[in-house]
Structures are given as C-alpha cells and as structure tokens.
C-alpha cells in the first residue's frame, strides 16, 4: 500500500504543480514506470480543480467567465505542460525538414508559427466547445481525464527517437499496467456518460494509437512532447464528440444521474 502511494504522488509531482511529500525514500525507475496506472486518477484530480475554480467564478460572474478561468486553473495546476508538448510536436512535425531536424525543433525552448497556431486553435476549440456543452462542469471534469487515460495507446511498447535520453513512460509501461488505466479510464467514463462513455473510450484510444502511428512515421518514435500533444488532442476530441452525440441523441447523462 505504502509503495502505490509513492508511486501515485509521484506521478501527481510529474503531471502537475500540486505539492507532494518529497520524502517519500528511494525512487526507482519501476515506481514511475507502474505510477502511469494512475494517469486517469490524475486527470480526475486536476479535473475537480478546474470544476472548483468554474464553480467560484459563476456564483459571481457569468459562465463564459466560469469557462475561462477553469482553462486558466488547469493552465496553472498543469504549468501548461501538456500544452508546451502540442506546440513542440507541431513545430517539429510540421516543420517540413529531414527527421533529425525535426526532434531538435521539438526541444528548442522557442515557440514557432505552427506552435503557435496549434495553441491558440486548442484553446479556441475547447473555450467554444465548452460554451456550447448542456453540463459544463461535467466536461470540464472530465476532459482532463480523457487526455491521461489514453496514454497507454501513445507509449505501450513505443520507441523513443533520439539517441540520447530516454523518455519516462515511452516503451517501459507494461502490458498490466496499460490495462489498468484502460480499467480505470473506463469506469471513469461509464460514470460520466453511461453507455456512451465506453463509445467515446473506443474513439479516442482509436484516435491516441493512430496519433501514435502517424508520428512515429515522422520522427521515428514517441517522445514526451508526443505525449503532451495526444493528451490536448484527445481532450478536444471528448468535447467533440460530447457536442456531436448531443446534437443527435441528446447529452450523454452518466450512470452517477440515477444516484441522484
């Protein structure tokens, strides 16, 4: 029990800026490789803080405002760190130079126009997106969760490109420990929309492994950066196609409506 609660806070200390106990004895390579079983938790825990931070705002302000500063809250719980991935793979990957060329775009430190313009698209989709959701709150929870739960599709066996260094989770998670998040991200979106949630699971797993196959074609393999990019990706992609099932079904009330 005392080693899966060193794993998970460590894993809490990588993905965000939420203090944890730094004494926490030796640290080994394997309590980050089998802390990924606890992306999903992750996600639900920087969920709930955007949800908090919505929720203050409105009593005071309108829901756009709400909006905003749960993007702003993520934003600080994060250090934007998944959304400085999206912008390194954009200006690598559509950088149109040789492979090489491309891994040392994605870690120079400096922003470039398709970073940039991947950025603002990401937050432009998301702000609007959620603005046109029936439960805001629900999606804001959840789409933090989206993006970790997927992860297992991007680095399970996966290559790491460059020659030197070595991604954390890239090609050293395992099979067991996949499968975990694949549990944990499932019952996760079973709760928040039913019969749909496993839907939307399928999808944008679907989606995480052919964003994993389309970059690996480009620079040889997974990096960290790849990683940050699936997960800004896949959050947009659940608020898609939360927008499109509701257009044609009605909004997806999860299993947690008929506690209520």
Known sequence: MKTQLK??????????????????GEVKDEDMHKGFLYYPVVGLIIGLVDVLV???????????FGIIFA???????????????????ADG???ARTRERMLEIMKDSRIGTNGAIAMCFDIMLKFVGLSY????????LMMPVAGKMVQGAIVY??????????????????????????????????????YWGIVMFAVLYLFAYLFRVYITGKIGGITGDVMGAGSELSEVLLILLVLII???????DGLWTYLL
Do not use: E, Q
Request: glycine share 10%.
């Open 157 to 194: 066996k996966a290559v790491y490109p460059r020659k030197n260094g070595i991604g954390i989770y890239v090609g050293t998670v395992d099979k067991a420990t996949v499968i975990g998040t694949v549990i944990l991200g499932l019952l996760f979106m079973g709760v928040a929309f039913s």
């Open 246 to 252: 509701t257009r044609f079904a009605g909004f997806p």
């Open 93 to 95: 990957i559509y950088s």
């Open 7 to 24: 794993r998970f806070l460590l894993t809490l200390g990588f993905m965000t800026r939420i203090p944890v106990n730094v004494n926490l």
């Open 71 to 89: 993007l702003l809250a993520n934003f600080c719980v994060t250090g934007a760190f998944h959304l400085d991935g999206l912008s390194d793979t």
């Open 133 to 140: 959701c029936d439960m805001k709150w629900l999606m804001i």
């Open 54 to 64: 919505y929720f203050l705002v409105t009593l005071v302000l309108p829901d756009t």
